[in-house]
């Protein structure tokens, strides 16, 4: 082939006399809405203490569910509710924890029984 068949010649001006048309497509920048699901499943597995942490759990996946379909509203939403009740879970829990671990301490103290002959 010869060099001058894939050279590209330049016109000048366009031939059409009509106004240029350009099209602007604006693109929305994912909000990040944390939906909290890995600290709901903790507490879900650790700390589930009056079910705190499975309802957290569900407005976890609610708020992921909200995110899925695009509504931003919705998802925040869900994820403040599930925030709250996995910080009122974790803080149940580890009351409940200590509280349990206080009790089996003095457990034998609590149920010792001096036998007389």
């Excluded at 203490?49 to 759990?57: K, M, N, P, R, T």
């Excluded at 708020?63 to 925040?76: L, N």
Aim: one cysteine or more; charged letters at 10%.
């Amino acid at each position: 082939m010869i060099k001058e068949q894939h050279e590209v010649s330049v016109l000048g001006a366009p031939q059409n006399p009509a106004p240029v048309m350009s099209t602007v497509v604006q693109v929305q920048a994912d909000t990040v809405v944390p939906d909290h699901i890995i600290w709901s499943l903790f507490n879900t597995i650790f700390f589930n203490y009056c079910c705190l942490g499975f309802v957290a759990f569900a407005y976890s996946v609610k708020s992921r569910d909200r995110k899925m379909v695009g509504d931003v509203i919705g998802a925040q939403s869900h994820a403040s509710t599930a925030k709250c009740l996995n910080i009122w879970a974790l803080v149940l829990g580890i009351f409940m924890t200590i509280g349990l671990i206080i009790l089996v301490a003095l457990s034998p103290g609590l149920f010792y029984v001096r036998i007389e002959v």
